[in-house]
């Protein structure tokens, strides 16, 4: 891994995480749709990022947003079971052999549409986990089920438009 990956990957860690802390914490739309721009540090590693060393990094992710939201682990099993998740899916589907093992999967390498069909399956897998841990109840699938849908639509749009705004129209592909 290059210096420069790795400065990024420092860099995204502390911004996101200041992202969701200052802007996103209290955010939620008629209590059925939350957003959690911070798995975007774990969605955003490198194609090349070995699959223990992205669990440790979501780890260590997740459990910070815990100690600042008091939800005693639930953030970081998510974020755990997303990175190991997303291994398996940039291996099968998500086209990561086409890639070079630096390259980060961002709209400017993926285009809008590359981005969201990478990233779609990843945040529900996050948000879906994260909401079963915090309702502790199968008979609340139907309604979980919602809030991770909702969720991962309110999150997304969030995460193209921070794209959008780090990789302006000239430079990303459409």
């Not at 682990?73 to 630096?102: E, P, Q, S, T, W």
Request: contains cysteine; glycine residues 8%.
């Amino acid at each position: 891994m290059r210096n420069k990956n790795i400065v990024s990957i420092i860099v995204g860690f502390f911004g996101y995480i200041l992202i969701q802390l200052l802007f996103f914490r209290n955010t939620q739309l008629f209590g059925l749709a939350f957003c959690f721009p911070y798995i975007a540090f774990i969605l955003l590693l490198p194609f090349g990022q070995n699959g223990i060393g992205s669990m440790v990094l979501a780890f260590i992710l997740g459990i910070t947003v815990d100690i600042f939201y008091d939800t005693l682990g639930i953030h970081a099993a998510a974020c755990v079971f997303m990175a190991f998740a997303r291994n398996y899916y940039l291996k099968n589907f998500g086209g990561g052999d086409k890639y070079d093992a630096n390259d980060i999967p961002s709209v400017l390498l993926l285009g809008n549409g590359g981005f969201l069909s990478l990233t779609l399956p990843l945040i529900f897998l996050h948000h879906f986990t994260f909401l079963m841990i915090e309702a502790s109840n199968w008979a609340l699938i139907g309604r979980t089920l919602l809030q991770a849908v909702l969720s991962t639509v309110f999150t997304a749009l969030i995460l193209l438009c921070i794209q959008m705004i780090l990789y302006p129209v000239q430079k990303r592909r459409l």
